[in-house]
């Protein structure tokens, strides 16, 4: 009995040292207001990304400064998007216009520039492998120009 315990104990060990992974450092900048908190969300799948549901790391981050620097543990070998923005009233959502034109700095991983819509998760896509991954990601504004023709 002692020894099926001390195997499941050293089987179970084994299991839990695969889980871990490595250091996943996001690096945000062109911070413009001093104000509000960050919202950042890192999606493993394409679906949980476009639903923006079933992030494998998210956080909420005071802003000090205008670089800000967040760093998730044990984040599993794969592939992974960022979706941030900077909630610049608090409440909880990136605002838009009636139309769907976010109101408030956004960022993705890859620093894609959206045309209309999300862009793609392969657009967005970054793997992170056996060693610490840094990504450098910086808030922008949705500019596109609107035109009616006249």
């Known amino acids: ?3 099926l315990v001390l195997i499941f104990c ?3 060990g084994c ?3 695969q889980e871990s992974g490595v250091d996943l450092t996001i690096n945000i900048t062109n911070i413009k207001e001093m104000k509000g ?3 950042v969300g890192v999606f493993k799948t394409e679906e949980d990304y ?3 549901i079933n992030q494998i ?3 909420t981050y005071p802003v000090k400064d205008k670089n800000l620097t ?3 543990q044990n984040v599993p070998a794969g592939y992974y998007a960022i979706m941030l923005f900077h909630d610049l009233n608090e409440n909880d959502r990136n605002d838009s216009n009636a139309i769907g034109i976010p109101q408030e700095p956004f960022g993705l991983s890859n620093n894609i520039k959206p045309g209309v819509g999300l862009p793609s998760f392969s657009k967005t896509k ?3 492998g056996d060693k610490n991954t840094t990504i450098d990601i910086e808030l922008q504004m949705y500019k596109k120009k609107w035109s009616l023709g006249v």
Do not use: D, N, P, S
């Open 1 to 3: 009995m002692r020894l």
């Open 10 to 12: 050293i089987w179970g």
């Open 15 to 17: 299991v839990y040292a």
């Open 37 to 39: 908190v960050i919202r």
């Open 50 to 52: 476009k639903q923006k």
């Open 57 to 59: 790391r998210k956080g």
């Open 70 to 72: 967040v760093t998730y």
């Open 126 to 128: 970054f793997e992170v």
